[in-house]
């Protein structure tokens, strides 16, 4: 079982929509995680960044970490074509490595 | 500022030739990173250093990888004995400090024929 599982897709929705896009991982140990946009042939860019359990909000994008459940979500609001791409999911725990999801890619349909 | 930047773009070599990947983190980060992301798979961690010493190298998949950080700055990546699985993405990332912000270069898209 990988460390940290997530849902490839893909994932096509019409302009306008939310969207929720999620991963859960097994290693208790993980404390920060993080939400990855990786354009096509682009290096994946920091998106949000979430320590322990909770939510976090930037914009239009909303982060949540479950830790009980071992759920991490992303919600985009009014989701633009723009926001076409593919997210990865990302945990770390202290200064070991970050561990990715295999990413989900997303379409938003105009 | 300038990001983190990576030459070449596009590497296409040859079964058993040898490559090299080079990586400029952003000016002042410390820590840099590789990784290797296969189609369709998220990045893979490979090897990791603070300033020139390689704090932690246990994702390089065997002998034939290498990497190396002379001066704390730029990293060069080496694959000796290239095989077709090693085709990939290749990533370098940097960070000032902690491994939870991590900022990507664009790759080094590798294809061995």
């Known amino acids: 079982q990988k460390e940290v599982e997530q849902d490839p897709g893909p994932l096509s929705v019409p302009e306008g929509a939310i969207v929720s896009l999620n991963c859960t991982y097994s290693?208790?140990?993980?404390?920060?995680f993080m939400w990855y946009r990786q354009y096509s042939r682009k290096g994946p860019e920091l998106l949000m960044y979430?320590?322990?359990?909770g939510n976090k909000e930037d914009g239009r994008f909303t982060a949540q970490v479950d830790k009980s459940s071992k759920y991490i979500s992303l919600f985009i609001r009014d989701s633009q074509p723009s926001d076409s791409a593919t997210y990865l999911c990302?945990?770390?725990?202290?200064?070991?490595?970050?561990?990715f999801g295999k990413g989900t890619r997303l379409s938003v349909i105009a | 500022g300038a990001g983190v930047s990576q030459t070449p773009s596009n590497k296409v070599t040859e079964k058993g030739k040898y490559v090299e990947l080079r990586c400029d983190p952003i000016?002042?980060?410390?820590?840099l990173y590789w990784y290797r992301q296969s189609l369709g798979q998220g990045p893979e961690f490979l090897i990791y250093?603070?300033?020139?010493?390689?704090?932690?190298d246990s994702g390089l998949p065997n002998d034939r990888f290498f990497a190396v950080r002379p001066e704390g700055s730029v990293s060069t990546l080496k694959i000796q004995r290239t095989e077709r699985g090693d085709s990939a993405v290749y990533l370098c990332?940097?960070?000032?400090?902690?491994?939870?912000?991590?900022?990507f270069g664009p790759g080094t898209r590798l294809t061995v024929l």
């Open positions: 979430t320590y322990s359990s």
């Open positions: 290693n208790s140990a993980f404390q920060y």
């Open positions: 000016s002042g980060h410390t820590a």
């Open positions: 990332a940097s960070s000032s400090g902690g491994a939870d912000t991590q900022y």
């Open positions: 250093f603070q300033g020139t010493g390689a704090a932690d």
């Open positions: 990302a945990s770390i725990s202290g200064n070991t490595p970050l561990v």
